[in-house]
């Protein structure tokens, strides 16, 4: 098979014993800061019978073959411990922090392992600027000595459109954004006919804007409403979702959110999604209904963030591609 | 007619774009984690050889581009077409002199080159990398000169010029490297 290396010598680990062991030791910093700061690990399924509904967001399939009543029970490999971790705060966990692998069909590239390890983390009582802080302070703290954060720099979504793209996405219609991609930057896309608005501007945020991101640690927060996916949106004209992610170095390290916590907004939000995946075509799953009956009996205010220790273990140790930290990436998997 | 997602692709994988044959060169993924998957793709228009790249939305498909390679062998020019023939199956091809392109330069009669198809018709011709051929004109041949240093132009049976060490004399016969249209060396008798 030319495709693939051969099977006598991809035994092997893809990654340096030494980048294994930076591994080991960003994990047991990880578990150290959590520890000093009071919260609490906790450990929820990777398959579960329900799944998300992100159309954006491709689960693994699987199936339970018996003994017991549940024989023959579809089962879904988890892309986030985002549900079952909420279900624990509905019962009272206070704040949670889980290290797991998560699963993602259909992700593979030099920034994407269909497999890759993240860290979870929900605090009681904070908002999306509490989290962004205490990202912050995770990273320095697990990067001291390994990796300088360099400056820290906040932006809004639309301020950041404004100055790394030169135009306004609220003003800016596809053509628009169409013509600044073909003009300034030589982005030629193919397939957008159908896009949405929310493509286009994904198109500009990953072509245009990530590459020009630079050195340093980036917040990039108030996204519009159309891609809040699990964070509250506050009024305004427009309305902003309460959600952030972090980029380091260029690199898109963290995504978190002020919860929602309306259960009603997240029924309407899931049927939404799966509207759209019926509209694309793509496997309709079933919706989270615990986590809508956790959400119905009262979910604590909350933030929460997921943050790729793969991609942050690249960052420290200077890779160019996950599978150069990866022990066994997917082609050796 | 056969198509392929983006989900396939891969280095060497023959599409269709813009109404030409064009070959994958490289395919990144690039994917926000809660938004579209693009691929970022370098490509080769075949009958151009000018490398392009284009962002495709994850998910599109493309049709599928009627290209394979065949290795052939080099019959004559008759000045209008260059005629090829399989070794095994006596099947004879005839090329256009835009398919042949620079690879005129280097066609020897009787050596095999690669022949890329396109819905069954030549679309480019590849030499071997390395070609023996004699040489027709120089000036003459400095004796015991072997430094490399300096040269002159030769005319080799094929038409092509190429620079080469002085110690050079008509009749040699030279190993040239057809991709950089380079003199390598003389070749053993």
Not at chain 1, 269 to 294: C, G, N, S, T, Y
Not at chain 1, 298 to 319: E, N, Q, T
Request: proline share 5%; charged share 25%; with cysteine.
């Amino acid at each position: 098979m030319a495709d693939f290396p051969s099977l006598q010598s991809d035994w092997r680990p893809a990654a340096a014993l030494d980048v294994l062991r930076l591994r080991a030791r960003l994990l047991r910093r990880i578990r150290t800061f959590f520890d000093r700061a009071g919260v609490l690990e906790v450990d929820t399924p990777a398959l579960s019978a329900a799944a998300v509904t992100s159309p954006h967001l491709a689960s693994f399939q699987s199936a339970y073959h018996g003994p017991g009543p549940l024989r023959g029970r579809q089962l879904y490999l988890h892309t986030s411990p985002e549900f079952a971790m909420k279900r624990l705060l509905a019962a009272g966990s206070g704040s949670i922090y889980q290290l797991c692998k998560v699963f993602r069909d259909g992700e593979s590239g030099c920034n994407h392992n269909p497999e890759f390890t993240l860290l979870e983390w929900y605090r009681t009582d904070y908002d999306h600027l509490d989290l962004m802080d205490e990202v912050e302070r995770l990273l320095a703290t697990v990067l001291d000595g390994i990796l300088p954060l360099g400056g820290v720099h906040h932006w809004a979504w639309r301020d950041l459109f404004i100055e790394f793209a030169g135009l306004d996405p609220l003003l800016a219609g596809v053509t628009e954004l169409a013509n600044l991609l073909a003009d300034k930057h030589a982005v030629v896309p193919v397939g957008m006919q159908d896009a949405s608005l929310d493509d286009w501007h994904d198109l500009v945020m990953t072509q245009v804007i990530e590459p020009r991101l630079g050195a340093g640690l980036v917040f990039v927060r108030d996204y519009p409403a159309s891609q809040a996916a699990l964070a509250r949106i506050r009024r305004g004209n427009p309305p902003v979702a309460s959600r952030f992610e972090a980029y380091l170095n260029g690199m898109e390290l963290a995504n978190g959110f002020h919860e929602l916590s309306d259960a009603d907004e997240q029924r309407s939000r899931f049927d939404a999604e799966l509207a759209q995946r019926k509209q694309r075509r793509l496997p309709i799953v079933p919706a989270d209904e615990r986590l809508l009956a956790a959400l119905s009996s009262g979910l604590p205010d909350c933030a929460g963030v997921a943050l790729g220790v793969d991609r942050l273990l690249m960052l420290a140790c200077g890779a160019r591609c996950l599978s150069d930290v990866l022990a066994f990436p997917f082609e050796r998997a | 007619m056969a198509s392929y997602s983006t989900n396939e692709f891969k280095s060497g994988l023959k599409i269709m774009l813009d109404g030409d044959p064009c070959a994958v060169i490289e395919n990144e993924f690039v994917k926000p984690g809660k938004g579209q998957a693009f691929n970022r793709v370098r490509i080769r228009n075949l009958k151009t050889g000018r490398v392009i790249e284009r962002t495709f939305k994850s998910g599109e498909t493309v049709e599928a581009a009627d290209v394979m390679d065949i290795d052939l062998q080099f019959l004559y020019s008759d000045g209008e077409f260059w005629h090829f023939m399989h070794p095994v199956s006596y099947e004879q091809q005839a090329a256009e002199a835009t398919a042949v392109g620079d690879a005129k330069l280097w066609l020897k009669e009787q050596d095999m080159c690669m022949v890329t198809l396109w819905n069954g018709n030549p679309l480019a011709v590849t030499p071997p990398n390395f070609v023996y051929l004699a040489v027709v004109e120089t000036d003459p041949g400095v004796r015991g000169d072997t430094s490399g240093g300096g040269g002159k132009p030769a005319t080799l049976e094929t038409g092509a010029v190429v620079r080469v060490p002085l110690f050079i004399e008509i009749g040699d016969v030279l190993k040239i490297d057809t991709r950089t249209g380079e003199y390598v060396s003389r070749a053993k008798e």
